[in-house]
């Protein structure tokens, strides 16, 4: 009997300890859950505060490019060069950028004529897209660009 007693108490203690592990495996399974919800809502929180920066910029852009227009259009009635404008916009632009860049307030690479030669066929493309552009702008309506 002994025996028996023996192994009975053995095995309780051995259920004890399954129960115990279930209960900790419980507990791990539900902190998981619940790490796993924090994590959810997290992502969520910071997906929509992604997708409201993205909307703020959106916005943003849409009202520059609106005042850029009726700029350029009111500009060209005053002065109707349009390649001497647009190249002045653009060394205005170079000009701001470059010393914002020695004022430390953005970072810019420095003016290296190997890089200059490698990007000005895309600039200069860029810079023929924007003239032309210009052009269309200065010969029609802005209603038509702001719908």
Same mark, same amino acid.
């Given at each position: 009997m002994?025996?028996?007693?023996?192994?009975?108490?053995?095995?309780?203690?051995?259920?004890?300890?399954?129960?115990?592990?279930?209960?900790?495996?419980s507990?791990? *399974?539900?902190? %998981?859950? #619940?790490?796993?919800? $924090?994590?959810?809502?997290v992502?969520?929180?910071?997906?929509? +505060? !992604?997708?409201?920066?993205?909307?703020?910029?959106?916005m943003?852009?849409?009202?520059?490019?609106?005042?850029?227009?009726?700029?350029? *259009?009111?500009? %060209?009635? #005053?002065?109707?060069? $349009?390649w001497t404008?647009?190249?002045?916009?653009?060394?205005? +632009? !170079?000009?701001?950028?470059?010393?914002?860049?020695?004022?430390?307030?953005?970072?810019?690479?420095?003016?290296d004529?190997?890089?200059?030669?490698?990007?000005?066929p895309?600039?200069?493309?860029?810079?023929?897209?924007?003239?032309?552009?210009?052009?269309?702008?200065?010969?029609?309506?802005?209603?038509?660009?702001?719908?």
């Open positions: 002994g025996s028996i007693a023996g192994q009975t108490f053995i095995d309780l203690e051995q259920g004890s300890v399954s129960q115990k592990s279930r209960i900790q495996s507990k791990e *399974k539900v902190e %998981l859950i #619940e790490q796993q919800e $924090v994590k959810n809502e992502q969520k929180t910071s997906q929509s +505060a !992604a997708q409201s920066r993205v909307v703020f910029l959106v943003c852009h849409a009202i520059c490019a609106s005042g850029l227009l009726v700029v350029n *259009k009111w500009a %060209l009635k #005053e002065f109707p060069f $349009v404008l647009t190249t002045i916009q653009f060394l205005f +632009a !170079a000009v701001v950028t470059f010393i914002c860049g020695k004022l430390g307030w953005i970072e810019s690479d420095p003016l004529l190997t890089k200059l030669r490698q990007f000005f895309a600039a200069g493309m860029f810079f023929i897209t924007i003239t032309a552009g210009n052009a269309v702008v200065g010969v029609s309506n802005v209603d038509t660009f702001i719908v």
